[in-house]
């Protein structure tokens, strides 16, 4: 390694680009062999850093969610329960208006109708949009 490769490692590591520092070389090669001109080439790594990091932020935000697993509307069997609106939920998980003007979303009805899973299933597409949130339980509240 060149004394140069050395000092960028340690700059990238001082910067907090972990994955400009880990892809770099690998990325100057694929630069080289198609011709990449420079704002290219930092195209491409930028490219990787801000993907890494958006996924690191959704695992992290999901964890901190304590959302159920697997909870999502494309799995929620709509057909099951006439008297749910698809159309409704699937608005309150596309927009973010009712967030932003904090008000809350409170899910009622009788037992085994899907409930939790039509919650869970809003909360992770917010999480997708990049909206934190917390799932708990009324019982546990």
């Known amino acids: 390694m060149q004394q140069h490769e050395a000092v960028l490692d340690i700059q990238l590591k001082e910067l907090k680009l972990s994955t400009f520092k880990n892809n770099w070389h690998d990325v ?23 993907d890494k990091r958006i996924g690191t932020r959704l695992t992290r935000m999901i964890k901190e969610s304590k959302l159920p697993k697997n909870k999502t509307l494309s799995s929620y069997d709509f ?8 159309d409704q939920i699937n608005a309150l998980a596309e927009t973010d208006t009712w967030v932003n003007q904090a008000h809350n979303l409170i899910i009622f009805g009788a037992s085994g109708l899907g409930k939790t899973h039509i919650a869970s299933a809003i909360a992770y597409r917010k999480i997708e949009l990049g909206i934190r949130v917390k799932f708990f339980q009324t019982s546990h509240l």
């Open 28 to 50: 100057e090669q694929l630069a080289i062999t198609e011709s990449y001109s420079y704002s290219q080439y930092l195209s491409h790594l930028c490219s990787m850093e801000i």
């Open 79 to 86: 057909d099951s329960c006439k008297s749910i609106n698809k």
